[in-house]
């Protein structure tokens, strides 16, 4: 193989991390420039680049379900619009999704859930921030899983809290136990975000875990500290795993914001109908009150499908339905990306992404000696992941995610990828495909580097 020795970029002129901004200095306040984003929404001006290039572009970037919605949720909300439910109403939530989501998520976790403590928003993700802005001041911390849904951290430093990151080990299965919860807590944990399953690894938790979880957090949490149980995947799991809340185990109740919602189940990502549970109505009548502030209401007859969703029979078959396309595509890629040289990858057992290590592969293809020779500024907004992952979607148009995006305290030196597989089979075989012969292409990796664009 070659050596890479030449300084990158080595692209004529000068180089332009960003374009010069024409604002005014000082227009926005400091907060806002400390805000994080999701970069699989990011990419998505290049991937539309490359498609106006002419390109097919194979989307393993996005965690939304290649399902239309169903037909019998469809109609409903249909019915409901044609009912002229399209007006304000309730900013708690309707109180009939209230009571479903109430009796569902009691009849799952063996609680006793009443509606009054329940909270709609647009969507799972507004409960993250809004529930950091409500419990934590400058300061307090926040515990979350690293690797996680990026939005976990990104709101942590905004809002001026202390991030600290839960770090999961590939070893133990990205996983943690008690005994590394424990050492994070002091007497300013605020927050402590549990995610199963969980986005970006799959990972599930057993019972064994989570009460060693309610153990430590019994014994060392303060007792104004909440628990976030993000609980959005429930619905998608494998190999006879079961969901298992952390706010069944005694104790943990009255101190756990449940949050799910209807984007990943039912395939709605459009829909924008989540919810949280809070352990006292007095917590959720504060959320109402944001909710007026920031959104007035949810539309009522997406809210109206939503509580269909929860309660019909039908939904429990296209839930299957989609659970064994997500098994097939799985299996077929878990072992596509085991036999590629650099690339090993654990199956997961839930959500529907895979989190490959290619630790070797960025060895193979000259990933981390190049990082190594990228101008200082640049080195801090990339990574050799990030390298790989940007050659993987410019030079042979499979968009996927890199470690960085799910966390970037403390992940230096990890060397992983995400992949959606909630896209067809057929594209994830091309994509596939076209994996393993970027994995042999050191000169075209080399070449991608020289030229110096799209490195973050």
């Known amino acids: 193989m070659s050596t890479l020795t030449l300084p990158v970029p080595v692209k004529k002129g000068p180089i332009i991390l960003s374009a010069p901004s024409r604002l005014p200095a000082g227009l926005f306040s400091r907060r806002t ?75 799952r976790r063996g609680l006793a859930l009443t509606p009054d403590r329940v ?23 926040v515990i979350y899983p690293s690797p996680g849904f990026p939005i976990y951290e ?58 060693e979880i309610a153990d430590v957090i019994r014994k060392k949490a303060p007792p104004q500290a909440r628990i976030y149980s993000d609980e959005i995947y429930e619905e998608i799991l494998f190999d006879g795993n079961r969901h298992r809340s952390i706010a069944s185990l005694p104790g943990m109740a009255e101190r756990t914001i449940l ?91 839930g959500a529907f992404y895979l989190f490959p290590n290619i630790a070797g592969l960025c060895e193979r293809l000259g990933a981390i000696a190049a990082y190594k020779h990228l101008p200082v500024g640049l080195r801090a907004r990339t990574s050799p992941a990030t390298l790989v992952q940007m050659f993987l979607l410019w030079r042979y148009q499979v968009a996927t995610m890199d470690r960085r995006s799910f966390g970037r305290i403390g992940s230096e030196g990890q060397h992983y990828l995400r992949l959606s597989i909630a896209t067809s089979l057929a594209d994830l075989q091309i994509g596939l495909a076209r994996i393993r012969t970027a994995a042999e292409d050191r000169t075209g990796f080399e070449i991608f580097i020289q030229e110096g664009q799209h490195l973050c």
């Not at 352990?279 to 944001?290: H, I, S």
């Open 33 to 107: 420039l400390r805000i994080g984003s999701e970069n699989a929404f990011r990419i998505g001006p290049q991937i539309r680049e490359l498609e106006a290039q002419g390109h097919k572009v194979i989307k393993c970037n996005l965690g939304e379900p290649d399902f239309p919605l169903a037909r019998h949720i469809a109609e409903e909300v249909k019915r409901q619009i044609d009912l002229d439910l399209t007006h304000y109403c309730d900013p708690q939530g309707l109180p009939a999704l209230r009571e479903a989501v109430a009796r569902t998520m009691s009849a």
């Open 119 to 141: 909270v709609v928003f647009p969507g799972g993700k507004p409960p993250i921030g809004l529930t950091q802005q409500t419990y934590c001041n400058p300061g307090d911390e």
């Open 154 to 211: 990104s709101f942590t430093t905004y809002l001026g809290a202390k991030p600290v990151p839960l770090h999961l080990r590939e070893e133990a299965g990205f996983s943690f136990t008690g005994r590394e919860l424990a050492a994070l807590i002091t007497k300013r944990t605020r927050l402590i975000i549990l995610n199963f399953p969980s986005n970006p690894t799959g990972g599930v938790a057993t019972a064994a875990q989570l009460e």
């Open 259 to 349: 949050v799910s919602g209807v984007s990943k189940s039912f395939a709605w990502t459009g829909g924008r109908v989540g919810w949280a549970v809070f352990p006292t109505a007095e917590e959720a009548a504060v959320f109402r009150n944001l909710n007026i502030n920031y959104f007035s209401c949810i539309p009522a007859y997406n809210q109206m499908g939503a509580a269909l969703a929860l309660e019909s029979p039908q939904s429990a078959v296209e839930i299957a339905r989609m659970l064994a396309a997500f098994t097939e595509r799985r299996d077929l890629m878990v072992a596509g990306l085991n036999s590629i040289p650099g690339i090993t990858c654990r199956k997961p057992g």
